[in-house]
């Protein structure tokens, strides 16, 4: 089996597993920081890649990406303030939780979940990928392109709050991805007689911009003298701080659910984690017999949201390797790492990286197992080491990092300049509840939209007639309506709900 | 979110169309090209545009017999940030003129100057007090910082214009 030639091609190279390590805790303390996401870590962790061998590049920042989304929960069982957006629904219960002493039992609890959910990810990953590759190889331009214009009306409909501003963050990624040299006639676009910006923008600046500089932004505007207190993880007996066996049977029906409900998230490109925690969340309240007891700290309402953001790590990556189009900014990032390696992403992949990919599939197998043993017996320890440094203490030094880390990428002050600058822009798209995560991800997308567009009418005499003569491309135009419709209908139904409500209470 | 603030996006975000729209009318291209490279920027720029315009004639259309301050067009729930007050302003004002003087310095003075500058300047800014506690983790810091970064992942320092710590092994 294949899998079982990329754990043969993980464990030949100890490089790549030493970074599996290094990234299965990297991501759990990272996560576990208030305010910075494992996307964080990631964008400053990139140029370091530049000097890896492609497996170990790839497998450090995609653990990262999974014990990322696990570090989460502990401060938000620990410290009441998620790490990420992804551990928001595990709050509810977790925190309660810790105000009952029972701290030890909600980290172990989240730790078995995340582990549970994000191997059934990977597992769908690895047997569903593949299969998926072997119809998607046959597509051309114009297919592609029809994929890619679904993936902006998608990603623009779906995420965040408002339609029209998760399209204009769509657009504005991709105008800024059209700074540079035209990739087919090579003329000079968009920069303003800037020498630098021939070669256009560079993601690592951007990315460090876009999720960190802003970030600092954000916690400066927060910031009081609060220290972060973390609660007595000891628990008054042996079952405070244990997930017993009887409780794992309670929850395992609760945990396939959920995971089967951030699986389905995890394939849609733009949802996320932040989605599934809480769909999860609801489902499993919705369906319990005593949904009373949700929000006061019960063990389910961890387990289920914890098992569906995990979920969602394995299959966010099927559209990236059979498409080439990420389902979230993580895959968004990788693709970057991909190109740096000189591997192009696709349904070509699994001919001509083969090995390469299944042994990624393998490290990130290995990456749970590792997040998974130093959450459950490290989780506790973790939270009071993090809760030594408050972030008055720990934002300075992730400021300096960022800057490092942007020069780094080219060895450029300019684009140190550009992530400041893009520092403010993601700031403000913060503010004003744009998507930093819509952007990044049409960045990224939007040269090879272009390219496929341009080329599909290179390839036909009928000009853009020649997408009504390939069904697929039409059928994937018709998702990307159809979402936007069914999006722009729920929201005017909401929207008349809210402005009903106060005339039903008079 | 209310439709003043729909309004102000609305604008920033067509001023920013436009002057892409602009910047793309400019690029020059031969002229036997089928699709050339002005067409998509050109495009993107005027959906920007076309998007902005359509938040304010939504807003127009909306607000009859409504009040401004009671709706918006595109804002959905509470927004994320809770208003800025002027503390805060000035602190995240000093993040960003710090990140420049950072930039200006790493030109001028190299990369272990500048750290131990700006990471002073930083700590102070997010509140830690004591300067005997700020001074420790400044020549703690910024020599750490220099040893992996520079000297362990041997990331280029060049030499700074003003001050050159080079010729002491320092750069």
Not at chain 1, 329 to 340: K, P, R, Y
Not at chain 1, 342 to 371: D, H, K, N
Not at chain 2, 55 to 77: L, P, Q, Y
Not at chain 2, 131 to 160: D, E
């Amino acid at each position: 089996m294949d899998i079982i030639d990329g754990f043969t091609f993980l464990f030949s190279n100890p490089m790549a597993l030493a970074f599996v390590a290094i990234g299965a805790f990297t991501g759990v303390v990272v996560g576990a920081i208030p305010g910075l996401t494992a996307s964080a870590a990631i964008a400053m962790l990139l140029p370091v890649t530049f000097y890896l061998d492609p497996l170990s590049a790839l497998a450090f920042l995609y653990v990262i990406g999974k014990s990322g989304r696990f570090g989460g929960s502990i401060a938000a069982i620990l410290f009441n303030t998620p790490g990420t957006a992804a551990s928001a629904a595990t709050m509810q219960d977790g925190y309660p939780m810790t105000q009952q002493g029972k701290a030890g039992k909600a980290l172990k609890t989240a730790t078995v979940a995340s582990v549970f959910g994000d191997a059934v990810g990977e597992l769908i990953l690895i047997f569903g990928a593949a299969a998926i590759a072997v119809y998607t190889a046959s597509f051309g331009p114009p297919e592609y392109f029809a994929i890619y214009l679904m993936a902006f009306v998608v990603i623009g409909s779906v995420v965040g709050k408002s339609i029209i501003k998760g399209i204009l963050s769509t657009l504005l990624g991709a105008m800024a991805s059209l700074i540079g040299l035209d990739p087919i006639t090579g003329d000079s676009r968009l920069t303003m007689d800037i020498y630098d910006l021939e070669n256009g923008l560079s993601l690592v600046p951007l990315l460090i911009g876009m999720f960190v500089i802003s970030e600092i932004m954000v916690q400066s505007e927060k910031l009081d003298d609060g220290e972060l207190h973390v609660a007595d993880t000891e628990g008054k007996s042996h079952d405070d701080h244990s997930f017993t066996w009887d409780e794992f049977k309670r929850c395992l029906a609760l945990m396939i659910r959920s995971s089967g409900i951030g699986a389905l998230i995890g394939m849609m490109p733009g949802l996320g984690s932040s989605v599934a925690c809480f769909v999860a969340y609801g489902e499993e309240k919705r369906r319990s017999k005593t949904p009373e007891k949700w929000g006061t700290g019960i063990v389910e309402g961890i387990a289920a949201p914890e098992s569906a953001n995990n979920a969602v790590s394995g299959p966010s990556m099927i559209p990236l390797l059979t498409l080439g189009v990420p389902g979230s900014t993580i895959a968004a990032i990788l693709i970057g790492v991909f190109l740096i390696h000189g591997i192009q992403v696709g349904p070509s992949i699994f001919e001509t990286s083969r090995e390469l990919v299944f042994g990624l599939f393998a490290s990130g197998l290995v990456g749970i197992a590792m997040y998974g043993i130093i959450g459950y017996w490290g989780g506790p320890l973790v939270g009071k080491i993090i809760a030594c440094f408050p972030p008055r203490l720990i934002y300075p030094f992730i400021f300096l990092t960022a800057f490092i880390a942007a020069y780094s990428a080219r060895q450029s002050l300019f684009d140190v300049g550009i992530a400041l600058v893009f520092g403010v822009v993601g700031y403000f798209f913060r503010r004003f509840d744009f998507s930093a995560a819509a952007f990044i991800i049409a960045f990224v997308l939007a040269k090879g939209a272009e390219e496929a567009y341009r080329q599909s009418l290179l390839l036909s005499d009928a000009g853009n007639a020649i997408y009504l003569e390939r069904p697929v491309a039409l059928a994937f135009f018709a998702v990307g309506l159809g979402v936007l419709i069914l999006r722009t209908v729920t929201v005017m139904r909401h929207k008349k709900l809210v402005a009903a409500t106060p005339e039903i209470d008079e | 979110m209310r439709l003043k603030d729909d309004y102000i996006v609305a604008l920033a975000v067509a001023a920013v169309g436009g002057f892409f729209f602009y910047q793309a009318s400019l690029i020059e291209f031969a002229d036997d090209t089928l699709v050339g490279p002005r067409l998509v920027p050109m495009l993107t720029a005027g959906m920007i545009i076309g998007l902005a315009a359509l938040i304010v004639a939504a807003g127009h259309i909306m607000s009859n017999g409504r009040k401004a301050e009671t709706f918006s067009v595109i804002g959905e729930g509470e927004p994320e940030l809770a208003p800025v007050t002027k503390l805060a302003l000035r602190r995240m004002a000093s993040v960003i003129v710090g990140g420049f003087v950072y930039l200006f310095l790493f030109a001028a003075a190299g990369y272990l100057i500048s750290t131990a500058v700006v990471l002073a300047a930083l700590l102070v800014i997010f509140g830690n007090r004591p300067p005997l506690k700020v001074a420790l983790l400044t020549i703690g810091g910024a020599a750490v910082y220099f040893f992996v970064f520079i000297k362990l992942m041997g990331i280029h320092s060049p030499p700074g214009w003003l001050i050159d710590l080079t010729l002491l092994g320092l750069g």
